[in-house]
């Protein structure tokens, strides 16, 4: 049953889309049996390009304050997945609550530190640096009202180098990411697997 049916995942990003190229990869070479339905950004994105050169429906939604509402409306029914690659709007309590444990984010950071409004992309890397951390990384988590608090789903550690500086430790952390991404995926595909199969 599940394999007539592939999982379906929207990935919404703000930027470059690396991940997104992860799971583009990984999907194509079988790695995730699962199916991208579309990208969407919320400010222009190179990683739309990377969508369209996929062949990945992908378009940019307005910023403004119907952007989760909007979101509901182009994904409801359609996916059973979404995926925060990167992206930088804060979903609204009520998109939340509709979509309870179909919403994971991808943080540059081992939550629950330096997580929360304000701190995405270079802004974390530049903190830990500043407060002198021995360690950082990225974790995958469930998306809740409380802006990265929800339950962590993936997490991996690594050491910062003598002279880190916030580009380095960006470099570093986007290459754990990638497959710290997708096996997250993995992971959920086999829960959800699990409980229909049980
Ligand atoms: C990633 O490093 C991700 O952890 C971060 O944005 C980057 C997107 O890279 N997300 C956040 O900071 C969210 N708070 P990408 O566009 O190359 O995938």
């Given at each position: 049953m599940r394999d007539e049916q592939p999982f379906r995942l929207a990935v919404l990003i703000s930027g470059r889309g690396s991940n997104l190229q992860a799971l583009i990869d990984a999907v194509r070479s079988g790695q995730l049996r699962a199916r991208i339905e579309c990208a969407i950004a919320d400010r222009k994105a190179y990683g739309l390009q990377r969508a369209a050169a996929a062949g990945i429906p992908s378009f940019q939604l307005k910023r403004d304050e119907q952007i989760s509402e909007n979101i509901h409306r182009w994904l409801a029914g359609r996916v059973d997945l979404i995926v925060l690659a990167g992206f930088l709007s804060i979903l609204s309590a009520e998109f939340c609550k509709k979509w309870v444990g179909k919403v994971i984010n991808l943080h540059?950071?081992?939550?629950?530190?330096?997580?929360?409004?304000?701190?995405?992309g270079k802004r974390v890397h530049r903190a830990v640096i500043e407060n002198g951390e021995k360690e950082s990384g990225a974790t995958v988590h469930y998306v809740t009202a409380g802006v990265d608090k929800g339950e962590i789903i993936a997490q991996q550690r690594l050491r910062l180098s003598p002279g880190e500086s916030p580009d380095s430790l960006q470099q570093k952390i986007q290459r754990i990411e990638h497959p710290l991404l997708v096996g997250a995926i993995q992971k959920l595909m086999a829960e959800r697997g699990a409980r229909i199969v049980g």
């Open positions: 540059p950071a081992l939550l629950p530190q330096y997580g929360g409004k304000g701190f995405y």
